[in-house]
C-alpha cells in the first residue's frame, strides 16, 4: 500500500462558467451583510435584556468586568517610618539600692536647650531609687525623674546632654481612624535580647474605658485608652504607639492577657500624656481633686462610705459613714473605680452634686472639691 495516498486530496477542478455560483464581490457584501445583522440581533437582544430583566443584565455585565480588573497589591513596608523614630526610643532602667529591679521602655518626647526630657509609664519607675536609660549605641545615662503619677500611668524623665540625641515626632490620636496601621518599638521580654522590637498592626479601637489595678491586687480605677492589635508584651510598656508616619500617638501601657484572648493592647493617648508632662515640667498643680473618704463596694450598685476625713468636702458637705454614693454630677457611680474616673474630671475649687443613698433615702448635696493631700 502506498502511505501517500492516505493524505492525497483530490483537486476541485475550476469553473470555466463565470456566470455559475457567486462571485468574490458578491461573497464579501453577503459576510459584511450577515455581520451587521448580527450585531444588529446582538444589540437588540441586549437592550431587551436590560428593559425586562435590569438586575440579572446590570450583574452580569458588572461581573465580567470584574473578572477583567487586574488589581495589585504593593506594600513596601513602614522602615521609613520606623527610621523616624527608632532612635528616640530608649531602654528604661530602674534600680532599687543599686541593683537592677526593672526594666521598660520609654522615649524622647521633647527637647529645650540642653535638656532632653523623656517619657514612660508609671508602673516602670514607681518603686525604683535611682533610673538610667539605654540608647541604640549601647550608651546608658542617669536620668531625673520630674514627677509621675499612678491612676495616669505617666512619668517624667529628664536628661542635661550636649549629645544631639534623636527627639520623637508627636502625632494626634484624634486624627487616627480605626483600620489605621499602627506599630510600637520596644524592649519585650529580655532587654537584652529583644531591645527596640517593631511590632505592627492596626489602630483597633478609641476611647476604650479598661479597668486598672493601682494597688496590685484589685482593680481601682478605669483608663481612657487606645487600643490596638500590634504585639504589646511585658517591657514594652512606656514605649510609643506610632502611626504609618512615624508620629508617636499614644504610649504602650498595658494589654489583656488570656488563653482566650489576643491581640488587644492598649496605649494612652498622646494628647493626655503630653498636656501632664508639659504641667509638670512647668511646675504646675497636677494634683486630683480630693473629698475625703474611705469606701469600699455596696452590696448593689455605688460606693458605701466607711469613713468621712475631718475638715474633709464630704464632711462639710454633710456626708457621713454608711451613705452610699449613686451619682457624681450626674454621671452614674458603679464602684470606686468609676467613682475616681468621674471625679478626677473635674479640678480643686470645682462645685459638684454627689447623689446618695442614706436610710433607703434618695438624697443629693453640693460639695466643693479640694486638692488632694
Known sequence: MDFNNLNYVEPIPERNNKNSGLGVGKIIALIIFTAIISVLIGAGSLLLLFHFYPD???DTVTNITKSEKEVTVVDNGIADAVEKVYNSVVIVKTYQRGQL???GT???YKHEGSKYYLLTNYHVIQSGTSVGVVFTDGSEE????????KYADLAVLSLTSNKDYQVSEIGSSVDMRVGDTVFAIGAPLDYSVYSWSVTRGILSGKDREVEVSTNGYQSDWIMQVLQTDAAINNGNSGGPLCNSNGQVIGINNMKLASTGIEGMGFA???EEATTYADALIKGEDVSRPYIGIEMSRALSDGVLITKVDSGSPAEKAGLKQ???ITELNGAEVKD???LRYELYKYKSGDTITVKFMRNNRVNSVKLTLASSK
Open 142 to 149: 542617669k536620668v531625673t525623674i520630674e514627677g509621675g503619677d
Open 106 to 108: 520609654g522615649f524622647i
Open 322 to 324: 454608711g451613705d452610699i
Open 268 to 270: 494612652i493617648p498622646i
Open 101 to 103: 529591679y526593672a526594666t
Open 336 to 338: 470606686a473605680s468609676s
Open 56 to 58: 440579572f443584565a446590570r
